[in-house]
């Protein structure tokens, strides 16, 4: 569901595709609901091992993350600091965890590639980035941790199923046609890099 | 021979240094990123920068890491063989690690490589990693304290040139790595940059100039151009915050140099976040010290 609340646009899981069909590359939005943090080798479990993801994710989030967590006793956690990380390690896996899991919603740090933008069209989801570094901001839109699954993965890569509240910003960097804001972005930036590697090798003739 | 009670307060205070870095950044990094938020003008890169510094006050005010990555923690130490403790700093730096890990806490990054399991305590083999530099005639001790998260640890890269290819295959060097892994890499970036003759020379100055502040100049001439270059070059292709596109790409560059052999150029490219978590500590025999890096930081 999507829901416009003082000015910010706020996905509510469960999300559905037609929910996803208006947003687009380079629009800023926000999540409430399920999160729950999946990166390496879950995906690697998934998507090798063929083994079914502990928590459910279909028509909701998964954070390319590994957070700090602290335990509270009786197996209950507080998030202090979560923020993204590389989601580009995670896209030879996506097209197919994207198939089995039913993920709606896929945040991490940068750009994905082909199989990743493929999924999104086929399967009607959407890759955003939130910005990385900021794992306070991100910390304090966990109202929850609700679930800890796959433990023996250690603190990053543990599944951490949270309940989360204007999770954001959340820029959008592949949308349900596909398009891609990296691969866009970069087709200016390596050209600009080609002028600038002329430019400046002109000037660093040192070998004479 | 130092006392046990003099290696427990270095300990001690290397915890709460080491803790401090994880929440609050550097002065200088501080200091620049206010000035690249101020001069970019598209609304994608404000709503970046917004986030960061409402993270940072967020950070300090609720003491907590600043970014979840708190890195696979790295010692560059520069130690006078008359300091008291210099036979105890390997142990108690480890230590140190290990009281910061539960007490700020920080993520436990220590993965044990062909076992491949996480110790669960932020150390392992050989980590944290420490590098010396053993200074004669001298009693006080400078410590380098750096995290580094994965993903501007991921840009790494060494190779080896032939000098035909000459500072022109370094400039290419640096610049391929900006588009295909700095995106990534929390730009804006500080980059450096290690010419020397092997892989292993160059990546370890390229490792040594992320620890000066932000814009220090080689002293070389020829060098100190070539970082304005470098420095020019990489924000005029326009990464910006984030990869998402911005006037500016870089904190800095930094390149550090040592001799080479007649064959070869050895060039490496290291990179920083825009969360930089450097320290800088220096102790005297007494252990009374002074950081360079964090005015506001009281140990």
């Known amino acids: 569901m999507v829901e416009i609340r003082n000015g910010k646009k706020v996905l509510i899981t469960p999300v559905s595709a037609g929910d996803l069909k208006d947003i687009h590359i380079g629009d800023i939005i926000y999540l409430d609901g399920s999160l729950t943090t999946c990166r390496d080798v879950a995906h690697r479990r998934v998507v090798e091992e063929g083994r079914p993801l502990p928590v459910e994710v279909r028509d909701r989030a998964i954070l390319h993350a590994g957070p700090i967590i602290r335990p509270l006793g009786e197996d209950r956690f507080e998030m202090v600091s979560v923020g993204p990380t590389t989601s580009m390690r995670m896209e030879r896996f996506e097209y197919e965890f994207v198939r089995e899991t039913g993920v709606r919603v896929i945040v991490g740090k940068g750009g994905m590639k082909e199989k990743t933008a493929a999924a999104c069209r086929e399967f009607g989801c959407i890759h955003c980035v939130i910005p990385a570094g900021n794992a306070v901001v991100a910390a304090v839109c966990v109202e929850e941790i609700l679930r800890a699954e796959w433990r023996d993965l250690g603190m990053p890569e543990t599944l951490w199923n949270c309940r989360v509240r204007e999770f954001g910003p959340l820029i959008v960097s592949i949308d349900t046609e596909g398009r891609n804001f990296f691969e866009e972005k970069k087709i200016g930036y390596n050209r600009r890099k080609d002028e600038q590697i002329e430019a400046i090798s002109a000037q660093v003739k040192f070998i004479r | ?299």
């Open chain 2, 1 to 299: 021979m130092a006392s046990d009670a003099m290696v427990q307060k270095m300990t001690d205070m290397m915890a709460r240094f080491i803790g401090y870095t994880g929440i609050i950044l550097p002065d200088d990094v501080t200091a620049k990123l206010k000035e690249l938020r101020a001069k970019e003008d598209n609304p994608l890169a404000k709503v970046i920068y917004d986030t960061m510094f409402r993270n940072q006050a967020l950070a300090e005010e609720m003491r907590r890491p600043s970014c979840q990555d708190t890195g696979a923690i790295q010692f560059w130490v520069r130690c006078g063989t008359g300091f008291p403790l210099i036979n105890d700093l390997a142990g108690l730096l480890r230590q140190a690690v290990l009281r910061a890990t539960s007490d700020t806490p920080l993520r436990h990054n220590a993965v044990e490589t062909f076992e491949e399991y996480n110790t669960g305590t932020n150390t392992g083999k050989d980590l944290p990693t420490i590098w010396w530099e053993i200074v004669p005639n001298r009693d006080d001790c400078e410590i380098y304290t750096y995290m580094a998260g994965g993903g501007c640890t991921l840009p790494g890269a060494a190779m080896v040139l032939m000098p035909g290819e000459g500072y022109e295959g370094v400039t290419k060097f640096v610049l391929d790595r900006m588009t295909s892994y700095g995106l990534n890499a929390c730009p804006p970036l500080l980059v450096g940059v290690g010419v020397a003759t092997s892989v292993e020379t160059a990546a370890l100055l390229s490792k040594k100039a992320l620890l000066w502040p932000i814009g220090s100049r080689n002293p070389n001439e020829r060098a100190a151009k070539m970082e304005k270059l470098l420095e020019d070059g990489i924000n005029a292709i326009g990464i910006g915050p984030q990869g998402m596109g911005g006037r500016y790409s870089v904190l800095g560059v930094h390149i550090e140099n040592a001799a080479r052999h007649p064959s070869a150029i050895g060039v490496a490219v290291n990179v920083g976040c825009w969360s930089h978590r450097r320290g800088h500590i220096i102790f005297d025999r007494e252990l009374n010290c002074t950081i360079t890096t964090h005015s506001g930081c009281v140990l």
